[in-house]
């Protein structure tokens, strides 16, 4: 099994380019299923999760033209199959993505029923009542959602909760739809956004785009377009983060700031010197942390992917700090690991306190999820002696060529085998 060892080096010094955003990229993959035409993105980030929705729209017949970062050329015309197996839903819940636009599209589907994960039981009857709401009728047999509808038909639906992956689903579904269909308490994350802009390319008409309310009128078919996944906030952030706890000066080439206020604005109230441009993020960070508190809630205000690595820089900042976890039930899983290496974190329900330490010290760690492991590799560069970081697998899910990446600004990291 894969690992990394880490060891602290002082400040980080230079420049990182930023990658497509993961949360991006997938969503936009799953659009090709609404077309017979050929989808061409760019900025596609070379991540587990973009290899496993690649396999699983493979399984169901599409055919990928080119795979690399500058050229994703994927065609759905084939599309033989309109099942998303177990085997690859269970590495990757977002595979539900796939729901909405295979049943608009092909006028039925059979996705696995994700489950929940290490973060949180992650339901999805929100995407289930919307497409009932469209008229498709739904059954769950052997662990499978069955979909099946001629044509959905426009509905108005005010969803129960911000969703993001649940506004996808129905936002995709929509676009084929016969009549005109009013999603209310849409999630206005800019994945979202990136999403509806490359269906108003492909020929889909969406009003309100950005907003909570999306307006969808139904065209018969879409056309293929090329189109730029947005970079990736979270990965940005991640490492403005770790930044933030060893100083220096690091420069984010390709990144998208005006999607990271809120993010941006809690590295200032930390201390962090940020400028930005259109696409570039600077930080220049000379002194330790200062404690800032964070209550994670949809966007635009502060994204629950970004709390594990504010809370690891919380463990090392002057002060002490609350973090409030509202989005997903069960999202602390670092702060045991946090601990073992030193960290001052008491958690109860969805409140952490964060008691601000001199310094961190390096052991074995490992994590659950995807943000938590992040958090982990940003103790490791900080902490006194060496820190391994387990079960990297997460990582690579959302993380491209971390330790590159870290490694070009100045982090001693390296990705070990047993
Ligand atoms: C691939 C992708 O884009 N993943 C992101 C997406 O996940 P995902 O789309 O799965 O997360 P949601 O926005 O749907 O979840 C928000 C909350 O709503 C609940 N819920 C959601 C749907 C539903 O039908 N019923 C229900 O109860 C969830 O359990 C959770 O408590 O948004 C999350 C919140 O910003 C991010 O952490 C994930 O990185
Ligand atoms: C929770 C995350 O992703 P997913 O929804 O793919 O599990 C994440 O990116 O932090």
Redesign the pocket.
């Known amino acids: 099994m894969e690992k990394l060892k880490i060891r602290a080096n002082g400040a980080l010094n230079g420049e990182i380019f930023i990658s497509g955003a993961?949360?991006a990229a997938?969503?936009l993959l799953c659009a090709s299923l609404l077309t017979s035409e050929t989808l061409h993105l760019t900025n596609v980030p070379m991540l587990r999760d973009v290899k496993t929705t690649q396999k699983l729209l493979q399984g169901m017949g599409a055919r990928v033209l080119t795979d690399n970062i500058e050229e994703f050329e994927i065609n759905c015309s084939g599309i033989n199959n309109t099942c998303a197996p177990y085997e690859l839903v269970k590495t990757m819940?977002?595979s539900i993505?796939v729901l909405g636009p295979t049943l608009a599209h092909f006028g039925e589907a059979q996705v696995s029923l994700p489950g929940g994960c290490a973060i949180?039981?992650?339901?999805?009857?929100?995407?289930?009542k919307g497409l009932e709401a469209m008229g498709a009728e739904i059954t769950i047999e052997h662990g499978y959602v069955k979909a099946r509808a001629q044509r959905l038909k426009g509905a108005h639906i005010v969803m129960?909760?911000?969703?993001?992956?649940?506004t996808?689903n129905l936002l995709m579904a929509a676009t084929l739809a016969e009549g005109t269909t009013i999603l209310e308490n849409a999630?206005m994350?800019p994945?979202v956004t990136d999403l509806a802009d490359c269906l108003v390319k492909m020929g889909a008409n969406i009003q309100g785009i950005g907003t909570p309310t999306l307006t969808i009128t139904g065209v018969e078919k879409l056309h293929g377009c090329t189109h730029r996944v947005v970079p990736d906030r979270i990965e940005a952030g991640t490492f403005l983060c770790a930044v933030a706890m060893t100083g220096g000066k690091v420069v984010l080439r390709n990144a998208a700031p005006k999607t990271m206020q809120a993010i941006l604005e809690k590295l200032s109230e930390a201390g962090a010197i940020i400028e930005a441009g259109d696409d570039w993020i600077s930080i220049d960070m000379q002194q330790p942390p200062r404690a800032v508190d964070i209550r994670t809630l949809?966007?635009p205000a502060f994204?629950?992917?970004m709390q594990a690595q504010f809370m690891v820089m919380n463990t090392i900042a002057n002060g002490n700090s609350k973090v409030v976890e509202t989005?997903?039930?069960n999202r602390f899983m670092h702060v045991p690991e946090l601990n073992r290496m030193g960290a001052r974190i008491s958690a109860e329900g969805n409140t952490a306190i964060v008691e601000g330490v001199e310094q961190l010290s390096g052991t074995t760690v490992m994590a659950t999820d995807l943000r938590a492991s992040a958090s982990l590799v940003l103790a490791g560069l900080v902490a006194s002696g060496e820190t391994i970081v387990e079960r990297i697998y997460h990582l690579d899910r959302g993380y491209e060529n971390i330790e590159q990446k870290l490694g070009g600004v100045g982090a001693i990291i390296e990705r070990v085998s047993d």
């Open positions: 993961k949360n997938l969503p819940r977002a993505l949180g039981s992650r339901p999805v009857d929100q995407h289930l129960d909760m911000v969703t993001v992956t649940g996808e999630a994350e994945e949809p966007y994204p629950t992917d989005i997903f039930e």
